[in-house]
C-alpha cells in the first residue's frame, strides 16, 4: 500500500513476502524482504530508486496512484544494482523526458547495467537539485556497499534516503519501525551489517562522522530495504556506529564439519573447554547450518574454533564457504585455534589454522588432531583447546 511518510513523500516499493535467497542466493532471507521506492512530489516530482525488475508493474502502479509517472523529473539512483535500479527502463519508458541523476561512478555502472543512452544527470556531494518547496541534496558514499552509492537527502521534509545503509531484509505489513517487533526488527538489521558492510566498517565511520558534521536535521531514514525509520530515527545510526566499532563480546563460536562424527565429538569436548573457562559459545555444524545466519555470530564473537576432518588432504569442501566468508568479510579483533580428525594423512588443521591467519584471526593455541575416532585423551586435549581459547579470551 503507499504510504505517505513526509508532506508530498511517499513510500511507492513492493513487499517480497516470499523471498528465500537474495544475491543469486548468496544471502538468505528467511523473513522476505522490500524494494523501497520514493516519490517526492512538489512543482517539480522525482523518483529515488526503482524496484526489482519483475516488480516494475507494481511500481508503476503505485506511483499512478500519486501522479502520473509521465510527470517525473528527475528519476535518482543511489545505486545500480538491479534490486534497486532494475524497473529503471519501465519508469523511462512512461516519464521520457524524466533526468536519470547518478553519482559520478554512477554515470559508469548505470549505462554498464543497461546499455541505454537515457538523459543522465551526474551529481557529487553538496550539489543539489531544487524541486520547489523541497530539494534534493547528494552525498557520495563510495563503498557503502558499491564504488557507485550514495544517499539522497530530501531537504524541507528532513528525510535521508541512503539506499542500502541501514536496511535490513524484512517483510513486514508496516511501513515503519514503530510498527514492527523491534527483536526482529534488529535481528535483521545485525544480519543485513554482518553480512554485507562488515569489511566496509572503517568506511562506515567515517561516512557517520561526515553525516554528522553536516548538521541535516534527519525526521525519517528510508533504507532501500526494510522497514523506515521514524521512532528515533538515529537509533539505528548509533548502532552502525558500534557495529562498525568491531569490538566482539566474551563468547566464542565453533564451527566444524564431519564425515563420521569424529570432529563432532572433538568439536562438543572444544565447547566443554570453553564452558570451563566461563566463556558461553555456540556450536554449528557448517554442513547443515545457514552460512549467514551463523556469520551473525562470528561478528558478535570474540574467539572463532575450526573444525574439519581431512578428505583428498584437505578440508571438507562443505566447509569452504564458511572460510571464504570470513576470510572476505574481514572481521576484526579476533582470536582463534583448529582442531580435526582423520584417518589417513590430516592436513586439515593446518589448512584451517591458515585460514585463519589469511583472515587476519590470531592464532592462540596450536591445533588438536586425532586419528580416526578421537580417544579419551583426544577429547581431553581438545577440552584443553577450548579452555586455553576461553583463558585468552577472558584475558584480553
Known sequence: MVTEIKKGVYWVGVVDWGLRRFH??????????????YLIVDEKVALVDTVWGPFKDELITNISKIVDPARIDYIVTNHSETDHAGSLPAVLQRARDAQVVVSTRGAESVPGHFHEKWNFKTVKTGDRIALGETSLAFIEAPMLHWPDSMFTYVAGRN?????DAFGQHYATSGRFNDEVDEHELYEEA?????????????????????LKGLSLPVDVIGPSHGVIWRKDPTQIVTRYAEWAAQKPGKCAVVLYDTMWEATRRMAEAVGDGLAAAGVPFKLFHMGVADRNDVIVEVFKAG????????????????????????????????????????GWSGEAVGQLEEHLKSSKIELVAEGVKAKWQPTPDDLAGCAALGRAVGVRLNAA
Open 159 to 163: 528525510v535521508l534516503l541512503p539506499n
Open 190 to 210: 545485525l544480519k543485513y551489517y554482518a553480512n554485507i558492510l562488515t569489511p566496509f566498517s572503517p568506511l562506515v565511520k567515517k561516512k557517520i562522522d561526515e
Open 24 to 37: 543469486g542466493h548468496e544471502l538468505s532471507t528467511h523473513r522476505g524482504t522490500t524494494y523501497n521506492s
Open 303 to 342: 574467539a572463532i574454533l575450526l573444525g574439519s576432518s581431512t578428505v583428498n588432504n584437505g578440508i571438507l569442501p562443505t566447509f569452504m564457504p564458511i572460510l571464504e566468508e570470513i576470510r572476505g568479510l574481514k572481521f576484526k579483533n579476533k582470536i582463534g585455534a583448529a582442531f580435526g580428525s582423520y
